[in-house]
């Protein structure tokens, strides 16, 4: 019976990582790169080791956002931001099956920090503790 959630993992985990295509560049509404923050921020928020019913409302919260920047998506440009931000949002989907199979979530939450990392990329934008800031962070 875990064996099919553990296989659909593995099948799963493993697709997260082949989206490292460059993103088309270019200025992004500021609108949709709002709602793009949105997004990630709203992600943030997930506890992937929380309990089924507290894990799907989160996660409800941050399907609604997508689904609303999704709608607003009217490029390529904006649709590759919306792709990026999707595969965020199946990392934290996956890595959730595994926390409840009780196995290491190390492996996953890296991959959930590298879709979370691609998708700041993609808005070419990073969080700092007093907020969003314009292109990559400063080493």
């Known amino acids: 019976m875990t064996s099919t ?9 493993s697709i997260v990582p082949q ?10 509404r500021n609108s949709f790169a709002s709602a793009a923050e949105d ?8 506890q992937i080791h929380a309990d089924d019913t507290e ?8 399907r609604t956002a997508y689904d609303r920047l999704k709608s607003m998506a009217e490029d390529q440009r904006e649709t590759d931001v919306s792709q990026a931000l999707n595969d965020m949002i199946f990392a934290i989907s996956a890595c959730h ?6 196995d290491s979530t190390q492996q996953c939450e890296e991959q959930v920090n590298h879709a979370r990392t691609r998708s700041m ?14 292109g990559a ?3």
């Open 97 to 102: 099956i595994t926390a409840r199979g009780g």
């Open 5 to 13: 959630p553990l296989l659909l993992l593995a099948a799963a985990l």
């Open 19 to 28: 989206t490292n295509v460059p993103f088309h560049r270019g200025p992004l």
């Open 39 to 46: 997004v990630i921020d709203t992600a943030d928020t997930v």
């Open 55 to 62: 894990f799907s409302a989160q996660m409800q919260q941050v």
């Open 137 to 139: 962070p400063k080493e």
């Open 121 to 134: 990329e993609a808005i070419e934008k990073h969080k700092t503790p007093g907020g969003w800031q314009d």
